[in-house]
């Protein structure tokens, strides 16, 4: 069975960094993609940053110079590291792996921002 988990998640000033990190368990068989999502209560989920087997990376604009995600291909391991945080970047992070059986994901780690 298939596991997501993720850490590094909490309160931070703004101006702060976090890193967060996520672990898989299981076997997943294709991996296409590696990335983080995030949502806060109303909205839907966004993408925040994915990276490819590849290594080649996608960032959203709003975070694009101060979010850097990294994976570990053979621990299949995948990090965000976030810097410059501001209030807006509050929300549930999840961890996600696009893979050709399907798409997997994590619980969720809250990420608090004060300003």
């Known amino acids: 069975q298939v596991q997501l988990v993720e850490s590094g998640g909490g309160l931070v000033q703004a101006g702060g960094s976090l890193r967060l990190s996520c672990a898989t368990s299981?076997?997943?068989?294709?991996?296409?993609?590696m990335g983080w999502y995030r949502q806060t209560p109303g909205k839907q989920r966004d993408m925040v940053a994915r990276?490819?087997?590849?290594?080649?990376?996608n960032y959203r604009d709003s975070v694009k110079g101060r979010f850097s995600i990294s994976r570990d291909n053979a621990k299949n391991t995948v990090d965000l590291q976030m810097s410059s945080l501001t209030p807006e970047d509050t929300a549930v992070y999840y961890c996600?792996?696009?893979?050709?059986?399907?798409?997997?994901w994590g619980q969720g780690t809250q990420v608090t921002v004060s300003s």
């Open positions: 990276i490819t087997n590849g290594g080649t990376t």
């Open positions: 996600n792996v696009q893979s050709v059986t399907g798409d997997y």
């Open positions: 299981g076997r997943i068989f294709g991996i296409i993609t």
